[in-house]
């Protein structure tokens, strides 16, 4: 059962960026970020509810941290994805995404001193020659000549959110993980109301784009979530965190269904980063808490 629902939470969160290729295609990043959230709020909230019963005015004393998560992580980050999947792929996106837990072992490793060894070391390097070999298109000698894919350097802009995220959220001590992130929605709901108005957003107005919006506001950012939660009551965060690697691996096949043909850069690159993510995760001291895992 928990292995059913991490590779189900999984698909799910690769669905992300395969439905959200299409969907920027008639619905704006602001769009689609704002009322991701707002099919998603409800949901949450009546979830941490039954399953968590969390003191909710405990969870609010620390509004302030849950403000600037839900800015960086709820906001910032789904913005970056979705402009970014303007210009690039939905198997490029998740490629580059992939190296992100690798990033925050060495981030972790600075900011709150955690060991990184000399696995996290070997990793992030292996999964940094993996990104280059994505961004060139196999060309890494040519990394300070060329010119780049805007949509390949958002995805960047967006690790780097997570990252900081990732690293910030840990010290979200005492909330429980449904509870603080149906938190952080609702604050970025009500914040991101008057950008939305200003900025013109709308529903989109074919059934195609409604659909899309109704998938993204619910099963990548309310049922993968619940998913993954359960099977953490069986499993650890660690060898859960394994999983994630077949974001990609369901992105590729997505694309293939799709038509889209596979490069050899991405075959190569792919299979340096996810080789990186898992060396630099091997015997990680402290593993990603559970509200780390939205996408």
Do not use: K
């Not at 405990?58 to 980050?77: D, K, M, P, S, T």
């Not at 069986?234 to 096949?253: D, E, H, K, Q, S």
């Not at 043909?261 to 080789?275: F, I, R």
């Amino acid at each position: 059962m928990a292995v059913g629902f991490l590779v189900g939470a999984t698909l799910l969160w690769a669905g992300n960026y395969v439905v959200g290729a299409a969907a920027v295609r008639s619905v704006s990043p602001l769009s689609l970020t704002y009322f991701r959230w707002v099919i998603a709020v409800g949901p949450l909230l009546a979830i941490a509810q039954v399953v968590e019963r969390p003191a909710w005015g405990e969870v609010w004393r620390r509004w302030r941290l849950l403000a600037a998560l839900g800015a960086i992580g709820l906001a910032a980050y789904p913005l970056l994805v979705y402009q970014a999947l303007r210009h690039t792929s939905a198997l490029n996106a998740a490629l580059l995404n992939s190296f992100n837990p690798a990033v925050i072992v060495v981030v972790a490793a600075v900011a709150l001193r955690e060991r990184v060894g000399w696995r996290g070391v070997l990793g992030v390097v292996i999964g940094a020659l993996g990104v280059g070999m994505v961004l060139t298109r196999g060309r890494l000698m040519d990394v300070m000549r060329m010119p780049y894919n805007s949509g390949d350097l958002l995805m960047l802009g967006a690790i780097g959110c997570w990252t900081v995220y990732t690293v910030v959220g840990r010290g979200m001590r005492g909330v429980p993980p449904v509870a603080a992130t149906a938190a952080q929605a609702l604050i970025v709901v009500v914040a991101m109301t008057p950008v939305a108005i200003l900025g013109g957003v709308a529903i989109p107005a074919d059934a195609a784009g409604r659909a899309s919006l109704l998938f993204i506001g619910l099963f990548p950012s309310v049922v993968a979530y619940l998913m993954w939660n359960s099977a953490l009551r069986i499993v650890r965060a660690g060898t859960a965190g394994v999983f994630l690697n077949l974001m990609p691996v369901f992105t590729a096949i997505a694309s293939v269904a799709q038509g889209r043909a596979l490069t050899g850069a991405q075959m190569v690159g792919g299979v340096m980063v996810l080789t990186g993510v898992v060396v630099a995760s091997r015997r990680a001291p402290a593993p990603p808490r559970r509200e780390d895992s939205v996408r």
